[in-house]
Nanobody, 116 residues
């Protein structure tokens, strides 16, 4: 079965950095677009970044452009989200996502808190 396991969240001061990881299993990782979403308290889940199956193309929400970088290692079945210059408004639970056979798969999420 498809499994997505996020890690790397935590508490960081404004201006700091974190690197999130999502380890995937149960499907042919190298064939699928991967995405990172986030959900802040009281808000809807929003798409943060996406990367094509070969890593050749990426897309970002306007709110994170120039600060976040999505990447993947198909040999390790892992997708990453490097987050720099973090702001308090980046505080959220971050989820890894893929769509396979018209079904959306989610990880359990990892909490990112940006606070002084």
């Amino acid at each position: 079965q498809v499994q997505l396991v996020e890690s790397g969240g935590g508490l960081v001061q404004p201006g700091g950095s974190l690197r999130l990881s999502c380890a995937a299993s149960g499907f042919t990782f190298s064939m699928y677009v991967m995405r990172w979403y986030r959900q802040a308290p009281g808000k809807e889940r929003e798409l943060v970044a996406a990367i094509t199956s070969d890593g050749g193309s990426t897309n970002y929400a306007d709110s994170v452009k120039g600060r976040f970088t999505i990447s993947r290692d198909n040999a390790k079945n892992t997708v990453y989200l490097q987050m720099n210059s973090l702001k308090p408004e980046d505080t959220a639970v971050y989820y890894c996502n893929t769509i396979r056979r018209n079904y959306m798969y989610w990880g359990q999420g990892t909490q990112v808190t940006v606070s002084s």
